[in-house]
């Protein structure tokens, strides 16, 4: 059969998604031929941003290269533009003469910038931003001028005016408006956003209108902008202008061939114009009045009409509702839907002007019309959700302003931290990624399915995070909590330790112990890895693997630590370091207390904070003040920082508790002493309770213990982080010894078989409670081998505060100067 | 041609090298901190006994990547693991951005860099 011929015009980020989406449904249907005025291939024009500003380069944003358009038999025609549609024919003729005839036509020739009609506009020096053509002219304009002047304060203007900034030029921009972005953000959040663009070293003029751009001749013999006037008179000097102002829809072409257009080429619900045979997507379109400038609607349109040149005739655009976020590097920014206020409306005002947050929300009749955010924006696809549902918030309200983990406290198992709270408590439909309309479920479903690991993978296979990037810590958060923490799909179990080698984690294991293996370089000789030296994940495995097969023998490797237990401090999101010493037992006294009072004010330490483990956090210690702070403090180190024993917490028990039954405080405090200094697979969590009251929470623990009448019952592998996992019940003793003696043979069980950065609830998910069982409690002999080896791997450990203090590893915390 | 990053608080000025340590007072895969009037500069050794100089921000959120672990020609950042390549600055994909490098060069034992 005769394949149908299908003409797209315009090789922009529209069309060439309508022709990705039309492939996946009808690979045969079509003979293809693409026209494409530009010299390149198909790129992210969102990114020519960083481009621009330096963070990416061009080969970074490429969306399909010329061989995607070869291995899917797309005749390409670059750098040709067509001029004319010949629609009785059914054919397009291009500048140089090139003709194709179609079946059906496709035009997605995007938008043209608008040019001030002022004096001087065609002056060299003088550009619009579009394309990679203005990109590099502008490039190489900021690496040879000084004075650059944008026209125009919006999104693009302003991403702009940040690229030419850092790429070393003064930049001023022009706004007509009173203030930036004001067709998106409203007067606060615009000032907060002026000031951080000020404090980047921008300059503003606002309400200003440009009249006349002045030129001054070059000894090259032309014309290059000089100056910049404005209607009251003043000037600015500028040896490039970038106008900013606006974007018309290039419906030139289909108004010469006499299709109907108005602002853009009218379109139906399916992307067809007046001319049954010639459809219409992107920024050239005009749907139901509107012509969309952003590529989430953009990207809608194509599914729709990829679905009715594929012949599916199902699906709709019915018009989009946007959002916007600005691009530039260590600004937080988002807005949706109306917030201009007026009659019957109401707001919700956070304002915290020294954070620099602000968030406002629009509501009216119960239901988000606007949210401008600014500062914190990571509940900005949450309001925009709703907002486009147009969820009904009464009920919700109170909590709006927190977040949905607020929101979703009540009925969820998933609580958590490190912002694994957002993604797990997400509901499937959420949007995660708006410019390619990926949700949750989306997400979940291919990481599940495919057996996705990486950001890289998950790009691939849903497009989430693939254009404008802002959501990529969602989706990071989400792969997360889908395979890491409690979640280990069963594909794990044969997995390589990582890119590095073939081997899993038990092989290593296993080669570490038959063959005697003492260092990282003698296993990744012995087992072939594939790298010099391995990477960020195998080492610290490595040196976790030989210290705990080979304690006193195996010596350990700082640079195979991550920073946290090298510099035996846990690094901040600042740079700076948090201290918490050990309280054994979360018992303490007047004088550790006051020695903190007085470092915290020696140091200057800016937060104390009680911590949820029953100890004292001092938060932001600069990295060259840790050994002397460690050194005034005297008190051990709390390991707060390292895979190793964390907290044994107690209740006060049966010395002062009406209902104790057991010296709980005394058991977590022996505990504590038994194990700390113990490094492990993952941190470790103990917790001792003197009656099932169990105020020391020991269900949840690695270890937990609970006093009963007649002793003391021990569970194992629970867990309260990122899943709450229920502790299991392991077995039950009479004295405090056995305590010690079990729980040391389950943990040294766990040390020397579970995976690096397996939690015991993972480990014990594994190997199963009955193997456990079968080790720790029904064979005595093998469970007082293992309470002997942990005691010896135990034996001579030293404090690593202390050392420190003494002058160890003193590099690590000295800086140099130049 | 490889894309370098510019880096533009230096740019056209006139540089010097500086020394800054001896090579001995790097650890091998790992990295010292240099304040400079450039601000921070990660000073990283590799196993070879390669130098390489960065601005210590990462390209994500700016963590301090002279505090990362090292491997071959690249250094993890400490904060989400983004890995910086040592040599040119520029993230490992999936990952884009750059960090702005000097250059660093090893003789008679010292470490130097260009300023
Ligand atoms: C300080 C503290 C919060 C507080 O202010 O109360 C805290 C703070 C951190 N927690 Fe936690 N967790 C703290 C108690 C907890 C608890 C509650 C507890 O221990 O009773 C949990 C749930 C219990 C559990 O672990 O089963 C908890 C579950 C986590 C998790 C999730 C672990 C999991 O397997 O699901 C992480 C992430 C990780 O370790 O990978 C984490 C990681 C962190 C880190 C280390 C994040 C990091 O890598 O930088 C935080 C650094 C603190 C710092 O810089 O000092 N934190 N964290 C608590 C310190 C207790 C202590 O004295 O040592
Ligand atoms: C610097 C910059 C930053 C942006 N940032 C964002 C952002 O953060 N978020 C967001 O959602 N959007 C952003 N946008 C907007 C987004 O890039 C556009 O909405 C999108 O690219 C439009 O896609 P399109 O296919 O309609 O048009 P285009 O991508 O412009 O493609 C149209 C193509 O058609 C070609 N063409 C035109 N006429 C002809 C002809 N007669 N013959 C042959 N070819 C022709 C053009 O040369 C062009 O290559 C940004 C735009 C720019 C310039
Ligand atoms: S757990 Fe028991 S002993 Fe401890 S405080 Fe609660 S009731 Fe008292
Ligand atoms: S700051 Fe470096 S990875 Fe986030």
Redesign the pocket.
Same mark, same amino acid.
């Given at each position: 059969m005769q394949k149908m011929k299908l003409v797209m015009?315009?090789?922009?980020?529209?069309?060439?998604?309508t022709l990705e989406e039309l492939i996946k449904i009808s690979p045969d249907l079509y003979d293809i031929t693409v026209?494409?005025?530009?010299p390149?291939a198909n790129y992210?024009?969102?990114?020519? =941003?960083p481009v621009?500003a330096g963070e990416m380069t061009i080969k970074d944003i490429m969306l399909n290269d010329v061989d995607w358009y070869a291995q899917n038999n797309i005749k390409l025609?670059l750098n040709?533009?067509?001029?004319r549609i010949d629609r009785a024919g059914r054919k397009v003729i291009?500048?140089d003469g090139t003709t194709e005839e179609y079946d059906r036509l496709l035009l997605?020739?995007? =938008?043209?910038?608008f040019i001030l009609p002022v004096q001087g506009k065609e002056l060299d020096g003088v550009l619009t931003?579009?394309?990679i053509g203005?990109?590099d002219a502008m490039i190489a304009a900021a690496a040879k001028y000084k004075h650059a002047v944008v026209i125009g304060g919006g999104?693009?203007g302003l %991403?702009?005016a940040n690229g030419l900034k850092l790429r070393g030029m003064d930049v001023t921009v022009v706004h007509i408006m009173p203030w930036l972005m004001d067709r998106q953000l409203d007067k606060t959040a615009s000032q907060m956003l002026q000031k951080s663009l000020e404090a980047k070293g921008l300059k503003f003029l606002l309400q200003k209108q440009t009249s006349e751009i002045v030129g001054a001749p070059t000894t090259e013999g032309g014309m290059r902008v000089k100056a910049v006037r404005f209607d009251d008179g003043t000037e600015i000097p500028a040896d490039l202008v970038c106008m900013a102002v606006g974007?018309r829809p290039?419906d030139?072409?289909a108004r010469q061939s006499g299709i109907h257009c108005n602002r853009g080429i009218v379109v139906n619900d399916t992307m067809q114009t007046f001319d049954p045979r010639i459809y219409a997507?992107? %920024?050239?379109?005009s749907h139901r009045g509107i012509a969309?400038?952003?590529?989430?609607p953009?990207f809608d349109m194509a599914k729709v009409c990829a679905n009715h040149l594929g012949h599916m005739g199902i699906g709709r655009y019915q018009g989009s509702v946007?959002s916007?976020?600005?691009?530039v590097t260590g600004i937080d920014l988002f807005s949706a839907g109306d917030f201009s206020g007026g009659d019957g409306t109401e707001e919700i005002v956070m304002h915290d002007a020294v954070g620099g947050v602000y968030k406002r929300i629009v509501i009216k009749d119960e239901h988000i019309l606007g949210a401008v955010l600014y500062g914190d924006t990571v509940d900005g696809s949450w309001y925009f959700q709703m907002l486009r549902e147009k969820q009904n918030i009464g009920e919700i309200r109170d909590h709006l302003m927190f977040g949905p983990t607020q929101v979703n406290r009540g009925h969820l198992g998933n609580t958590g931290h490190q912002g694994q709270s957002n993604a797990a408590s997400m509901p499937d439909t959420m949007e995660v990624c708006?410019?390619n309309g990926v949700c949750k479920g989306t997400i979940v479903k291919a990481i599940k399915e495919k057996g996705l690991f990486s950001l890289d993978d998950v790009r691939k296979h849903t497009k989430a995070s693939s =254009?404008?990037g =802002?959501c990529t810590g969602l989706v990071e958060q989400i792969l997360a909590s889908t395979v890491g923490g409690a979640y280990t799909p069963q594909a794990n179990l044969t997995k390589p330790m990582c890119g590095c080698t073939e081997h899993t984690h038990e092989e290593t294991r296993k080669v570490i112990r038959e063959q005697h293996l003492l260092t990282i370089p003698q296993v990744m000789h012995f087992m072939e890895w594939k790298t010099p030296n391995g990477c960020a994940s195998c080492r610290p495995a490595l040196n976790y693997y030989l210290l705990s097969t080979w304690p006193h023998e195996a010596k350990d490797d700082p640079q195979s630590r991550f920073i946290n237990e090298r510099a035996h401090a846990n690094i901040q999101k600042d740079g700076t370091y948090s201290v918490v010493p050990r309280m054994f037992g979360g018992v303490t006294n007047s004088s550790e207390l006051r020695r903190i009072a007085d470092v915290v004010d020696k140091y200057q330490i800016p937060t104390v904070k009680v911590t949820g483990g029953q100890r004292i956090d001092l938060l932001g210690v600069k990295k060259e003040d840790l050994p002397r702070v460690w050194a005034d403090l005297a008190m051990p180190s709390g390991h707060a920082y390292a895979k190793a024993l964390r907290t044994v917490k107690t209740c006060v028990g049966s010395e002062w508790c009406r209902f104790g039954v057991q010296d709980s405080t005394q058991m977590g405090i022996d505990m504590e002493k038994a194990f700390w200094k113990m490094y492990a697979p993952h941190k470790v969590k103990m917790a001792v309770s003197g009656c099932p009251r169990n105020c020391a929470e020991s269900g949840i623990k690695d270890i937990g213990v609970i006093g009963v009448d007649s002793g003391w019952e021990i569970y194992v592998a629970g867990n309260g982080g990122i899943k709450t996992e229920v502790a299991q019940f392991l077995c039950k003793v009479k004295t405090s010894e056995e305590v010690i003696e079990y729980s040391s043979a389950f943990i040294q069980l766990y040390r020397e078989e579970a995976r690096y950065l397996d939690r015991t609830v993972h480990w014990v998910a594994r190997v199963g409670l009955d193997y456990v069982r079968q080790r720790v409690i029904d064979d005595a002999e093998n469970r007082k081998a293992l309470f002997e080896r942990l005691q010896y791997a135990l034996q001579g450990e030293k404090d690593p505060w202390v050392e420190r203090t003494q002058g160890m590893e003193k590099h690590e915390f000295e800086v140099l100067s130049a | 041609m490889s894309a370098q990053p510019i880096n533009i608080k230096t740019a056209g000025q006139p540089r010097t090298w500086i020394k800054v340590s001896a090579l001995e007072d790097i650890p091998k895969l790992g990295a010292r901190v240099v304040k400079s009037a450039h601000g921070d500069i990660a000073v990283f050794r590799n196993a070879e006994d390669e130098v390489f100089a960065l601005r210590d921000q990462c390209p994500h959120k700016g963590g301090p990547l002279s505090q990362g672990i090292v491997f071959g020609k690249t250094v993890a950042c400490p904060l989400h693991n983004w890995q910086i390549g040592l040599a040119d600055g520029q993230a490992v994909a999936p990952d884009v951005g750059c960090t702005g490098r000097f250059e660093a060069k090893i003789e008679d034992g010292g470490v130097y860099l260009q300023l």
């Open positions: 015009v315009g090789n922009g980020m529209a069309g060439v998604r026209f494409g005025a530009e390149n992210n024009r969102i990114l020519l =941003s621009l025609h040709k533009k067509i001029v291009a500048e997605a020739t995007g =938008s043209n910038p931003y579009r394309d203005d990109t999104l693009l %991403e702009a974007i290039n030139d072409l997507v992107g %920024e050239c379109a969309y400038g952003l590529v989430a953009l946007t916007t976020k600005l691009k708006g410019c =254009s404008c =802002s | -």
